[in-house]
T-cell receptor, first 107, second 113 residues
């Protein structure tokens, strides 16, 4: 079973920051938090991952709470191309996908 | 680099037929994975290979077999296809271990009638 809980869907206005929450209250010390997205029926695309510290790359920022029981993916300036299903995954070795959050970017 | 490639892209089978889905990666990754995705659902892990010469079951292994042919190639075989195996199949690879991201192929869309 997936170890994460995400809202099934969210809306965000184009140009605004999209903040996608994820709960992972049973995460253990050696498990990473990963985010992937899937556009239409393409293969999932890696976005970002982290263990304890907040992380930022060219696509997004990942904010992990101090107790590591939840995290937030931030897309700083959402565009229509960011419309996708976003998966938050807690990973030791294998990746177990949940149902994700369907993000709609509104023009 | 082509990344992760999968063949075929589309396939239609009759119930009881067999086929092998092929996957190859050119990133010198140690680990490879097979997932299936049913309509409106997330991906489910079928089998994985942590390193060349090893394979392990994932969440939904029944009805499938795998072969890690070499470091580059990881194939998935359906011995006797069933309509319940109609799905999109994704292959992925990674360096291995939790610290490394997985890279996914474009998928194979399989219909079993």
């Amino acid at each position: 079973d997936a170890k994460t809980t995400q809202p099934p869907s969210m809306d965000c206005a184009e140009g605004r920051a999209a903040n996608l929450p994820c709960n992972h209250s049973t995460i253990s010390g050696n498990e990473y938090v990963y985010w992937y997205r899937q556009i239409h029926s393409q293969g999932p695309q890696y976005i970002i991952h982290g263990l304890k510290n907040n992380e930022t790359n060219e696509m997004a920022s990942l904010i992990i709470t101090e107790d590591r029981k939840s995290s937030t993916l931030i897309l700083p300036h959402a565009t229509l191309r960011d419309t996708a299903v976003y998966y938050c995954i807690v990973r030791d070795d294998k990746i177990i996908f949940g149902k994700g959050t369907r993000l709609h970017i509104l023009p | 680099n082509a990344g992760v490639t999968q063949t075929p892209k589309f396939q239609v089978l009759k119930t009881g037929q067999s086929m092998t889905l092929q996957c190859a990666q050119d990133m010198n990754h140690n680990s490879m994975y097979w997932y299936r995705q049913d309509p409106g659902m997330g991906l489910r892990l079928i089998y994985y290979s942590a390193s060349e010469g090893t394979t392990d079951k994932g969440e939904v292994p029944n009805g499938y077999n795998v072969s890690r042919l070499n470091k580059r190639e990881f194939s998935l075989r359906l011995e006797s296809a069933a309509p319940s195996q109609t799905s999109v199949y994704f292959c992925a690879s990674s360096e291995g271990g939790a610290a490394y991201e997985q890279y996914f192929g474009p998928g194979t869309r399989l219909t079993v009638t």
